[in-house]
């Protein structure tokens, strides 16, 4: 594992494998696989980054769209999401965190199935060429946190 310590390591091209749980919180255990790009800029003198994900798995091109932002005095980081599914959401705070240890933990909410549910994200660095993400929901009933969808990133730079 790459100690990383904000999300210099995500900027340029990707492949992207896409692993999601079948059924969210319902003890489910099959997983859908699908494939994606998506390339990632700087911006702001590097207190921000913006990247466009692409994927035909749903049919029509869907494309998802973030913006992360740092504070400085914080030295945190606030990830926004929009996406061509959900268009009329517009763009959302999703959450907020920063990295300890090389590894990136964001926390904040989100709504599923017309609930709040606590939600998390986690980013790694595997190795020089890959990159790794962790969405998981907080299950009140099992009071665990449960990983429902995950993106393996490989880098597509020379």
Do not use: H
Request: aromatic fraction near 16%; hydrophobic fraction near 40%.
């Amino acid at each position: 594992m790459i100690a990383i310590q904000n999300f210099s390591f995500l900027i340029g091209k990707w492949s992207v494998l896409n692993r999601r749980l079948k059924e969210r919180l319902r003890n489910c255990d099959e997983w859908i696989e699908f494939q994606a790009e998506m390339e990632t800029k700087s911006i702001l003198n590097g207190l921000g980054l913006i990247d466009e994900m692409k994927s035909s798995y749903f049919g029509e091109e869907f494309i998802g769209f973030s913006i992360r932002m740092l504070n400085p005095e914080s030295n945190t980081w606030t990830i926004y999401w929009a996406d061509t599914a959900n268009a009329a959401n517009g763009l959302k705070e999703q959450v907020v965190g920063e990295f300890k240890n090389g590894i990136g933990e964001f926390f904040g909410t989100e709504i599923f199935e017309d609930s709040v549910v606590k939600l998390r994200f986690i980013w790694s660095k595997p190795s020089v060429d890959t990159a790794k993400w962790e969405q998981a929901y907080y299950d009140e009933i099992n009071n665990e946190w449960e990983t429902n969808w995950t993106m393996l990133f490989t880098s597509l730079e020379d």
